[in-house]
C-alpha cells in the first residue's frame, strides 16, 4: 500500500491538493465486510493519505484506520463495533493525517447491511471534510441525551437508511437514484458547512 506523504517539503500534487481543499466535495466509501475491502473515491483517499487507484480496486479497513489521528482511533473503532453490533447508523466525527501533511476533521456518515441470516455484509457512507468549523470535541454519540441533530443531518441519517432497504432490493433502477440522492445529501452537509465558515469569517 502506498501512502502520499509529502516529500521535500511539498505537498502532494495541485490537483490532489485542490481536491483535499474543496470543501464542497463530499466522498463515498464502500465496505465489503467478508472480503475486508473498502473502495473509496479519490476524495476519500487523499483524506486518510492511501493511494487513490489502489482505494478505488479495495483496501482493507486497517489501511483506513492507519490515516486516523491515534487519539481518534479507540473511538472510531468503539463506534464502527456498535454499528455491527446494534445495527445502529454509524455517525462519528474524528480526525485524519491526509496526503497533504494536513490534520483534518471528517464528519462520517454510514450503515451497515445484512442478508437474509442477519449477517453483516457490506458498510455504506458518505464524508464531509469539517475541518474549518470544528471546536476539537468529537461528537455526541446515540447515548448523549444532550446531542442535538439538525434536520439536514436528520433528512442524511433517512437516506442512508433507505438506501440501505434499495440497496438490498438489488434493482439498479432504484439504487442508482438512491446513490445519487445520497452524494447530493453530503454536498449539502458540506455547503452548510462552507457557509457557517463564510459567517464566522465575516
Not at 466509501?29 to 473502495?39: C, E
Not at 448523549?144 to 443531518?153: F, G, K, R, W
Request: charged share 25%; aromatic share 4%; glycine share 6%.
Amino acid at each position: 500500500m502506498r501512502k502520499l506523504m509529502p516529500r521535500d517539503g511539498r505537498t502532494c500534487p495541485a490537483a490532489f491538493q485542490q481536491a483535499l481543499d474543496t470543501v464542497e466535495v463530499a466522498g463515498a466509501w464502500d465496505w465489503d465486510i467478508p472480503s475486508d475491502l473498502v473502495r473509496a473515491d479519490t476524495f476519500v483517499a487523499l483524506l486518510f493519505n492511501v493511494d487513490p487507484e489502489e482505494a478505488a480496486k479495495g483496501l482493507p479497513l486497517s489501511a483506513y484506520i492507519e490515516g486516523i489521528h491515534p487519539e481518534d482511533r479507540e473511538h472510531v473503532h468503539t463506534l464502527i463495533r456498535r454499528c455491527i453490533d446494534e445495527d445502529a447508523p454509524f455517525v462519528a466525527e474524528y480526525r485524519v493525517m491526509s496526503a497533504d501533511g494536513v490534520t483534518r476533521w471528517m464528519l462520517d456518515r454510514g450503515h451497515i447491511m445484512r442478508d437474509a441470516a442477519g449477517r453483516p455484509t457490506h458498510g455504506r457512507g458518505i464524508i464531509v471534510d469539517i475541518t474549518w468549523s470544528r471546536t476539537g470535541k468529537l461528537s455526541p454519540t446515540a447515548d448523549d441525551p444532550a446531542s442535538s441533530v439538525s434536520p439536514l443531518e436528520q433528512v442524511a441519517d433517512l437516506v442512508l437508511a433507505a438506501h440501505k432497504v434499495i440497496t438490498q432490493l438489488q434493482d439498479p433502477a432504484l439504487k442508482e437514484p438512491a446513490d445519487a440522492l445520497l452524494m447530493a445529501i453530503g454536498r449539502q452537509l458540506a455547503q452548510k458547512e462552507l457557509k457557517g465558515n463564510r459567517r464566522r469569517m465575516n
